[in-house]
């Protein structure tokens, strides 16, 4: 790429250091908790903490506390959380990055939401355009460094 990187730092293209699962609609949802259910995470709930329904966690594709989504589908799309855990909603996919620190990606992927934002596809409701996303190059230093930018940011 003509870059230069500090010593141990490379550039692969996002879709090399993250696998994802889209989310969807479980078979059951209600208003109340029940027996083995998650909150369900529909924009609402997952970018505003407002959690309305509840889905059974056989049928559906659940996120943990330390993995990222990203709204896929609508105005929104680009926009990252982290910290929730839930059945995610089919217009949210869960991001999970092969051995790299979450917190170094979510940071990354926060500075992105403009661009991934402004270069959905979709003429009606706008989507994530899976190769603006995939094909974004990722500044990947070695784990110790990650950790390091991490700490600085989040002080």
């Known amino acids: 790429m003509g870059k230069e990187l500090p010593k141990g730092w490379v550039y692969p293209k996002l879709k090399e250091v993250v696998k994802y699962q889209k989310g ?9 908790p029940f027996l083995n259910s998650e909150p369900y995470l529909d924009i609402k709930a997952f970018e505003k903490d407002e959690i309305r329904r509840y889905a059974d966690v056989d049928s559906s594709h659940l996120i943990k506390e330390n993995e990222i989504g990203i709204v896929w589908d609508g105005a929104r799309s680009g926009w990252v959380g982290m910290n929730k855990r839930g059945a995610v909603g089919s217009t949210i996919a869960i991001l999970r990055p092969m ?21 959905t596809r979709g003429s ?3 989507h994530v355009d899976p190769s603006v996303l995939w094909d974004i190059d990722f500044p990947l230093p070695p784990r110790a460094e990650q950790d390091r930018i991490v700490a600085k940011v989040d002080a």
């Open 99 to 119: 051995l790299l620190n979450e917190i170094y990606l979510y940071r990354f992927l926060q500075s992105k939401f403009d661009y991934i934002n402004e270069n």
């Open 24 to 32: 969807k609609k479980p078979k059951i949802l209600r208003e109340e």
């Open 124 to 126: 009606g409701i706008p």
